[in-house]
């Protein structure tokens, strides 16, 4: 967290987790970056075998948030680049409320944005007591309570665990199983199985719903939102409103026992 690592040699940094971190991930050997899952950091993929798990070695591929940035020949397709004219508009596009920059992502550092947001979960309010919590293979953060918080939940974590007013980052296999989220803002990740599946539960909460397998569920197993939630996205049930678009005043509007969606709490 909050750190400036080089991860050299075979394997080096497998597995490991970067926060907010500047990384350079060196090329003098295989994989050195391989299954290893970055969160708002700023990382350099050199031209080595395998780097960040790409080429010959993709089924180990490296995992980029949204607010996640890298250079080098090795980057995943698609990961946006830490320098260059598009800096400005990375550090100004907003992951769940928060702009790139506000997540802590150090290519920002001197980069004025667009469009400040305000803090949404400070750590002091936080249930967990951290600015943002990351549920891993060490911390499963299952059949929890989590209130006011910026939550990441990597693989099988945070299964039944009940969110109140917080943000919620749902990635790789079947986390978020079972999670019931109130007021919340939620998404459920294309780069895993059964994100947010196992009859998760939605109450007055915007989500978003990638394209992922079964991402939100399937056949038995769907995730449930009640009237005043909404989602966006290719894996959204039928029939459940959107969180955006014309449509998104008649939603905040619209009353589900006696009280407005906007009422209730819909972040939306």
């Known amino acids: 967290t909050d750190s400036t690592v080089e991860c050299v040699g075979r394997m080096a940094c497998n597995y490991a987790n970067f926060l907010r971190s500047d990384v350079v991930c060196s090329k003098p050997d295989q994989a050195t970056c391989a299954s290893t899952t970055f969160f708002a950091s700023k990382v350099k993929c050199e ?12 089924y180990t591929g490296a995992f980029f948030d949204p607010c996640s940035c890298c250079d080098g020949p090795d980057c995943p397709v698609g990961t946006p680049r830490c320098v260059g004219s598009t800096i400005t508009t990375f550090c100004s596009s907003k992951l769940l409320g928060k702009t790139c920059k506000e997540w802590g992502n150090p290519a920002c550092d001197g980069i ?19 600015e943002i919590a990351i549920c891993n293979s060490d911390r499963h953060c299952n059949r929890l309570q989590v209130d006011n918080c910026s939550v990441y939940c990597q693989e099988r974590t945070c299964e039944a665990t009940e969110f109140f007013d917080s943000t919620v980052e749902c990635i790789q296999d079947l986390s978020c199983k079972r999670a019931i989220f109130h007021r919340s803002e939620v998404l459920c990740s294309e780069l895993g199985y059964s994100v947010c599946g196992g009859n998760s539960k939605f109450i007055a909460s ?31 049930p039928d029939g459940v409103p959107r969180c955006s678009g014309s449509g998104l005043h008649d939603f905040c509007s619209s009353t589900y026992l006696g009280k407005t969606c906007k009422d209730w709490g819909n972040p939306a």
């Open 112 to 130: 004025a944005v667009t469009e400040p947001s305000p803090p949404l979960h400070p750590s002091s309010s936080c249930s967990l007591q951290e």
């Open 206 to 236: 915007k989500v978003i719903c990638e394209d992922g397998w079964e991402t939100c569920g399937s056949y038995g197993t769907k995730a449930s939102f009640d009237p005043c939630s909404c989602c966006n996205g290719p894996r959204c």
């Open 47 to 58: 031209d080595g075998w395998g780097t960040c798990g790409e080429g010959g070695l993709r």
